[in-house]
């Protein structure tokens, strides 16, 4: 898991602590924690991003070197959304849609058409 996400009980997690550096596969890209069981984790009641909650189909996680903290964006054939996050693989010209969380969320986004889609993106501004 990375960040905030859904336990079977239908309540938010996230972890609190993480003792442990991250195993890097043949790419270089962190794919596991080396030692799992150094984490903590606790639970909150939304979705927590870098600058605060995180909300589905209105958040997107921004390189804030490109594109800063709670600018608004207008990606083509998705819509207004704001920058309310940020992620260590989020690097350059690369924006995350939080569509939500949980199970059904992650079965519909991997058994639907190829999401790696590039999309025109207008810089709109700060939101105020």
Not at 61 to 90: C, W
């Amino acid at each position: 898991m990375q960040g905030t996400g859904k336990a079977s009980n239908g309540r938010y997690i996230r972890p609190t602590q993480a003792n442990s550096g991250w195993h890097r596969n043949n790419r270089g890209n962190r794919d596991y924690l080396d030692n799992p069981d150094g984490v903590v984790f606790s639970y909150t009641d939304s979705v927590q991003g870098a600058y605060g909650p995180v909300t589905e189909n209105h958040s997107v996680a921004v390189d804030p070197n490109v594109i800063p903290k709670h600018a608004q964006v207008d990606i083509e054939m998705v819509g207004r959304r704001f920058a309310d996050d940020t992620g260590s693989a989020i690097i350059g010209h690369h924006i995350d849609n939080f569509v939500g969380a949980g199970a059904a969320i992650q079965a519909a986004w991997e058994s639907g058409p190829v999401n790696n889609t590039q999309r025109k993106v207008k810089y709109i501004g700060i939101r105020r």
